[in-house]
């Protein structure tokens, strides 16, 4: 009896790493970038549509002709049609980033299906267009994710360059570091609402010359569906 306690009270942590944990060993079939002959790259917008930095971004990217792809949380998105609307009457793709933002490693199999599911139909019914692809909150996955997301047909994309990640950066360091770190098939992950606080301001402050420095490099801007 006492064996069975000590055998249940280990197999429980035993059995969240591999769902959690152990799960990260499949996003070696994820995308995290594109291909490498083509001098193109993908700019990806995660955590809006924000009411004042989305427009901002997306006057950005009409100003410079760029396209790019917006990872939407579903609530976000139910909260501002007329913004995901926008995004995707521009030419831009959609992404679904889960119902609430919640990490998956505090999700269970149900709990992470309805995330996914939920941000799905919610980003399709504002926008008028079914979400493409999916990144998970934090880039956090879990066992359950991927059957979910092979059923809705939307791939898992992670990025290959991160100019800002869990602490703020100066917008200036941001487009440096964008800058020297393209390589072709590269996948920017940049935050147009916060995550880290104040993500979208910064965005819109170095986003112009993000571009620039890419386009005098040679890159293509292009949404994710072209560069994959
Ligand atoms: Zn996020």
């Not at 008028?128 to 998970?136: I, Q």
Request: hydrophobic residues 45%; aromatic residues 10%; glycine residues 10%.
């Amino acid at each position: 009896m006492k064996r069975a306690v000590w055998l249940a009270a280990g197999a429980a942590p035993a059995f969240w790493g591999a769902y959690t944990w152990g799960s990260h060993l499949l996003t070696l079939g994820s995308v995290w970038r594109g291909p490498t002959w083509r001098y193109a790259a993908a700019l990806t917008f995660d955590d809006g549509p924000h009411p004042e930095w989305t427009p901002r971004v997306l006057d950005i990217l009409d100003r410079a002709d760029a396209r790019g792809t917006f990872f939407l949380i579903g609530r976000r998105a139910q909260r501002a049609p007329a913004i995901a609307r926008r995004i995707a009457l521009a030419g831009h793709d959609l992404g679904n980033h889960t119902w609430s933002h919640q990490s998956f490693w505090r999700c269970g199999p149900r709990e992470t299906e309805c995330e996914i599911r939920d941000g799905h139909v919610a980003i399709a019914a504002a926008a008028g267009a079914e979400p493409r692809f999916f990144r998970p909150p934090w880039g956090k996955t879990n066992l359950a994710m991927f059957g979910t997301l092979r059923r809705l047909g939307t791939p898992c994309v992670f990025w290959s360059v991160q100019p800002e990640s869990r602490r703020p950066v100066d917008p200036a360091e941001q487009a440096r570091r964008g800058i020297a770190c393209a390589r072709p098939g590269a996948i920017y992950d940049l935050h147009d609402a916060d995550g880290v606080p104040g993500a979208g301001a910064r965005l819109v402050e170095f986003l112009p010359a993000l571009i620039a420095g890419l386009r005098d490099q040679g890159y293509a801007l292009v949404p994710l569906h072209e560069l994959l």
